[in-house]
């Protein structure tokens, strides 16, 4: 069964604190995505990344940065935490699209989610 | 900009069909998905449309129409269990690659 592992389910930080969220996934997909869920906002996309090393910002990245080291990590770190970024977060994975190539290919993959509280 | 519109909120009683719509205005367009989300869960797959048309999966179909920008996700034989939040997504492209844009989900109350 392919897995999409976030290593904290429940976090608390200090407001300032350099926080670390971890996503592993099983599969060897080549993309990996980090979303924050807001009620009354939805899924919100903060970076992605195609391939080890690199990145891509998404919608909402202002205050975050993201490592991919290894093809099965993806790393988000909240630099200097704020309250603002009290949220869930929702890393997700798939198999690589190149623009106009159709099909499924397996669709995307989410975690369970880290409930981060920033206080 | 990338833009994705449903509707808030729709309630329904067991056994009825409800048809959740969801219209969009974005780049690249490359696929559309419904995804089901329950309370404190991660969202799980339902559908993919890429194609013009119906595709039909048990209790669960959805239809797309690329020219008006139009999808709806349609439940029948409503259970109690269908109370969630169904999500919207659209897979834009850009030179690098694919990502999924999300709506703001739908919360369907199915009630006795």
């Known amino acids: 069964d392919v897995k999409v592992t976030q290593s904290s389910r429940y976090l608390v930080k200090r407001t300032g604190e350099k926080v670390f969220l971890e996503c592993v996934q099983d599969m060897d997909h080549e993309n990996m995505f980090w979303y924050r869920q807001d009620p009354g906002l939805g899924l919100r996309l903060i970076y992605f990344?195609?391939?080890?090393?690199?990145?891509e910002k998404g919608d909402i990245p202002e205050g975050y940065s993201v490592s991919r080291e290894k093809k099965e990590r993806f790393s988000l770190i909240l630099e200097s935490a704020s309250t603002n970024q009290t949220s869930m977060y929702l890393c997700?994975?798939?198999?690589?699209?190149?623009?106009?190539?159709?099909?499924?290919?397996?669709?995307?993959?989410f975690g369970s989610g880290t409930r981060l509280t920033v206080v | 900009g990338q833009n994705i519109d449903q509707p808030t909120e729709m309630t329904a009683t067991e056994g009825a069909i409800v048809q959740i719509n969801c219209t969009y205005q974005t780049s690249g367009f490359n696929g559309l998905f419904w995804y089901q989300q329950h309370a404190g869960e991660a969202p799980t797959f339902l559908s993919y449309?890429?194609?013009?048309g119906l595709e039909e999966k048990g209790r669960f179909s959805s239809f797309l129409s690329r020219s008006k920008g139009y999808s709806y996700l349609l439940l029948k034989e409503l259970q109690m269990k269908d109370s969630a939040s169904y999500l919207c997504a659209v897979r834009v492209a850009n030179q690098a690659g694919t990502a999924l844009i999300f709506g703001k989900g739908t919360t369907l109350s199915v009630s006795s």
């Open positions: 997700a994975s798939s198999l690589w699209i190149r623009p106009g190539q159709g099909g499924l290919v397996h669709g995307y993959t």
């Open positions: 990344s195609y391939d080890v090393k690199m990145k």
């Open positions: 449309n890429v194609l013009d």
